[in-house]
Every structure is written in structure tokens, then in C-alpha cells.
């Protein structure tokens, strides 16, 4: 069973820049799609993106052209860049394996708070 670790959240004023991290461990995760998925206060947990093993990349609408999703299979790690940073991206962002919202494991989330 993998088990994944998220981390890198924080305050960051508006237009302002994140990079989170999730490292996975007790499996390797170059045979795994990734994603990143995030959850604000009452509403329900969205995809942010998602990444293939092949590398091929989707990602939800409200954060195309400002966050990018990578993966570094040689460290285990998946990766979330946030850029042009919103108040309404404000959310636990989680981690997980699998291409769909049903598959695969979750990490535990991060909370990146957007406000100035």
C-alpha cells in the first residue's frame, strides 16, 4: 500500500506563487497516475489536476494556464506549481494515486490559505 505525504501549504497573498510536494512511499509511483485534488469549506473536494504515467496532463478549469502538475518518478514525488494565486483557491489540497476520483489512495491534505 502506498502512503502519501503532502506538504508545502501556507498563507500566500494574492498573485503570489506555491509549489507543493507529495511524496509517496511503499510503492513506486512511475507504474501510478497521479493527482492533486483540492476541498474548500463546504463544498465539495474537486480535481486541481492530474497527470499520467506517460505524462499526458489534465486540470480543472478554474486553474488552467495557472498551475502546472509534474512528476519526478526518480524521487517518488508528484508535484502541484501554483502561480497567480486566488482567494477562491483557497482549500486543503490533497494528493492521490489513480487516474479517477474512486481509485487508488489519498494523502492526508495540505491547507494553502489565499488572502492578503
Known amino acids: 500500500q502506498v502512503q502519501l505525504v503532502a506538504s508545502g501549504g501556507g498563507l500566500v497573498q494574492p498573485g503570489g506563487s506555491l509549489t507543493l510536494p507529495c511524496v509517496a512511499s511503499?510503492?513506486?509511483?512511475?507504474?501510478?497516475?497521479m493527482g492533486w485534488y483540492r476541498q474548500a469549506p463546504g463544498k465539495q473536494r474537486e480535481l486541481v489536476a492530474r497527470?499520467?504515467?506517460?505524462?499526458?496532463?489534465e486540470y480543472g478549469d478554474s486553474v488552467k494556464g495557472r498551475f502546472t502538475i509534474s512528476r519526478d518518478n526518480a524521487k517518488n514525488t508528484v508535484y502541484l506549481q501554483m502561480n497567480s494565486l486566488k482567494p477562491e483557491d483557497t482549500a486543503v489540497y490533497y494528493c492521490?494515486?489513480?487516474?479517477?476520483?474512486?481509485?487508488?489512495?489519498w494523502g492526508q491534505g495540505t491547507q494553502v490559505t489565499v488572502s492578503s
Open positions: 497527470i499520467s504515467t506517460g505524462g499526458r496532463t
Open positions: 511503499g510503492s513506486t509511483i512511475s507504474t501510478l497516475a
Open positions: 492521490k494515486t489513480g487516474w479517477t476520483f474512486s481509485s487508488g489512495y
